[in-house]
């Protein structure tokens, strides 16, 4: 008779993001704790998470942890210099993100990001250490709700715990994947002001799919400290 109850044992799974199957490997304790791996081999290795070094403003992968050129320019425009704290981000832009993001954000596949939940989570509290955040989901305009049906940044925020408020509105405009970096970087009145009461003296921490060049979250987090926002940092599933 075996002495443990951590014997490892052998599953059949489906990856639920290629949709190959996989044996599993897994002990009696991880199965009881529902921590099993869900994802295959090559899927697993398609998400890579951020490590150090990055660099310490936006939370971008690079070499060193040096201020790189997209802070840099938004350090020299003087309207938006000091609006954002940081940001952090739990995974770097690959060609699988790339796809898996559009399963999520453009073609309805939600169920998709329960799998980084644990993850989301982790690097969270990994990032801030504020003791009392409000979280804010960078809103969508009510026509690409209405088009798509849900915001996937609400669907993020809702996997960090927290409360939550929606004290803007997002004004309608085309999709910013269509626009150039230099569109994106000096775009103007993406968000109108809904009701500030919520976000004044707290720190407020926006959440997004995808930090690209930081003209969202740096508008949004304008907006949010003429309101009244002690601080304002953002927290993004992938920073490209």
Not at 189 to 213: E, P, R
């Amino acid at each position: 008779m075996r002495k443990s109850f951590e014997v490892e044992q052998r599953k059949s799974l489906i990856c639920p993001i290629c949709e190959s199957h996989f044996v599993a490997a897994f002990t009696w304790k991880s199965f009881l704790l529902l921590n099993e791996e869900r994802l295959c081999v090559a899927c697993r290795d398609g998400l890579m998470k951020i490590h150090s070094p990055t660099c310490h403003k936006c939370g971008r992968a690079q070499s060193n942890d040096q201020l790189c050129q997209d802070c840099s320019r938004w350090t020299e425009r003087p309207d938006f210099a000091e609006v954002l704290v940081k940001n952090r981000s739990v995974y770097a832009y690959n060609d699988f993100m790339k796809d898996i993001l559009a399963r999520f954000k453009f073609r309805g596949d939600t169920a998709s990001a329960e799998l980084f939940r644990k993850d989301v989570r982790s690097t969270f509290k990994r990032s801030f250490s504020i003791k009392e955040p409000v979280l804010v989901p960078i809103p969508l305009s009510k026509e690409r709700l209405k088009e798509r049906g849900f915001n996937q940044s609400m669907i993020l925020a809702s996997m960090i715990g927290g409360p939550i408020f929606q004290p803007l509105i997002k004004v309608h405009q085309s999709k910013q994947s269509k626009k150039r970096k230099n569109e994106r970087l000096y775009q103007q009145g993406l968000f109108q002001l809904n009701q500030a009461d919520s976000i004044v003296l707290k720190d407020v921490i926006l959440v997004d799919d995808i930090y690209t060049t930081g003209s969202t979250v740096y508008q949004a987090a304008r907006i949010l400290k003429d309101a009244g926002a002690k601080s304002v940092s953002s927290f993004t599933l992938i920073r490209s």
